[in-house]
């Protein structure tokens, strides 16, 4: 069988080893053997990439992924993207995920019921290049919450961000047509955003909404995700079973409790790079750090960075990515995420990368197989010209990704770009 042997590389296997030099072969989309040291594997029959060495470690997973947000300032402008267009644009972003090294996403919402679902399918039968992709339903909200856009006098839901459903009846019929259409997660928007005016504390969702939700996606063997600001939304993802929890700023002692007995049910996202830079970095578009202080954002920050603090110290899966794709916050810097992990929630840059990989492949339910370099995995691989736990950094530039594996194939091939002195082998 062919093979890609990757030589003189620093292996860093998202294990929590630190990087090490050796060897890596590639048969078909998996790992198929791994050595340390020097000329252990053979080279026989294979294409060989000399890493020169670089640093090969597993693709990043965004754990919340937006590919119909559209670089933005704003929801309605996403909202009124037109659908052929929106297609594209997702087409287009989906691509730019793998060019910066993320090999699987999240789809954490999308902006027109089916776009999720179309993307991933037509990645998965190879039409278009992206990463592995599992699809979102609209956010589901509930009138006067985070994605009713409607107006008295435009009352129609086209206008709005989310789909809104009144009452467990409503709720069950639109998780229902989202399931037909094939999500893999149904998202619920069980609190508000300062941004869109409603206080990130509210929690507007009654507990019978959410049962049936959950019932619903629960019996096809699917999951719920939730945008989940304040104390109470995070303890009814936690009541309900809701594995994917987005934001969780304000959890308070009894939800950190709640959660931490659960652990190994839920998964946090906080998407940290949206309060960071609504905050400081959104002046251009009209959100000066003053009045996004007003909003509540900064308040926001600051108690979002205690409580991930100490939901990390009680080893409650947190992981990089979220909301990027608007304005300031644009798609393809998401590998800020982990900068951000170190900066402002005390990880370790080993602890950010093992959150970016092998929780990743947990997130992606696929962590027996998917997340780390060993012998059986899926071959997700990224070929870094430098370290990224000396300099966490370094995944941020797409220039110093020499390459991008994903399922065995190059979707960046180190042997045709400006690999700078390495070299490579064609097969013998
Ligand atoms: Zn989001």
Redesign the pocket.
Known sequence: MSGVLFTNVRILDGTGALPYPGEVLVQGNRVSRISRGARALPTAGVVTVDGGGATLMPGLVEA?T?FSWNDQPGLSEIQRMLTEEHILWCAHIAKRYLDVGFTSCIG??TAKPRLDVVIRNAIESGQIPGPRYLAASQEITVPGGLGDETLPHLPYPEFSFGAIVNGPEEMRKTVRMFLKYGVDTVKLNLSGEYIAGIPAEFTPMTEEEITVAVTEAHVRGKRVSA?ARSAESVKQCVRHGIEII?HASFADEEALDMLEAKRDRHFVAP?IA?LINTSFNAGPWGISPESAKQMGYHRELEVACETLKKMHRRGIRILPG??YGFAWITHGTNAKDLEYFVKYLGFTPMEALLAATKLGGQIMMRGDELGQIREGHLADLLLVDGDPVANIAVLQDAARLLGVMKDGVFHKDPQKGPARGRFSRPAA
């Open positions: 919340h937006h954490a919402a945008h987005y998407g949206w979220g909301d």
